[in-house]
């Protein structure tokens, strides 16, 4: 069984950074692809980002070059490093994984970009 923990949400002016970190316990291996989904009211979850064994890094077009993915396979945490934020970045923030045959998430960090 896997359990991601996300955490490092909050309220924050625009043009400010924030670090989300998604701590991963279980069968967690560093070839998995781990990555952030984000759902603001009344949209669809979105991708964000996602990182892949060996390093390898997508990113959406809204957060390129704003945005960095990275990973610690020693602590099996993810983090999203999120800096120039607007207020269209305002949302709920998930950790993803898949390990065949399942997709985990995790419970959601609010993020509020707002003056």
């Known amino acids: 069984q896997v359990q991601l923990v996300e955490s490092g949400g909050g309220l924050v002016q625009p043009g400010g950074s924030l670090r989300l970190s998604c701590a991963a316990s279980?069968?967690?291996?560093?070839?998995?692809?781990m990555g952030w989904y984000r759902q603001a009211p009344g949209k669809q979850r979105e991708l964000v980002a996602v990182t892949i064994g060996g390093g390898t890094t997508h990113y959406a077009d809204p957060v390129k070059g704003r945005f960095t993915i990275s990973r610690d396979n020693a602590k099996n945490t993810v983090y999203l490093q999120m800096n120039s934020l607007k207020p269209e970045d305002t949302a709920v923030y998930y950790c993803?994984?898949?390990?065949?045959?399942?997709?985990?998430w995790g419970q959601g960090t609010q993020v509020t970009v707002s003056s």
């Open positions: 993803n994984t898949y390990i065949h045959p399942t997709t985990y």
């Open positions: 279980g069968r967690i291996f560093s070839l998995n692809s």
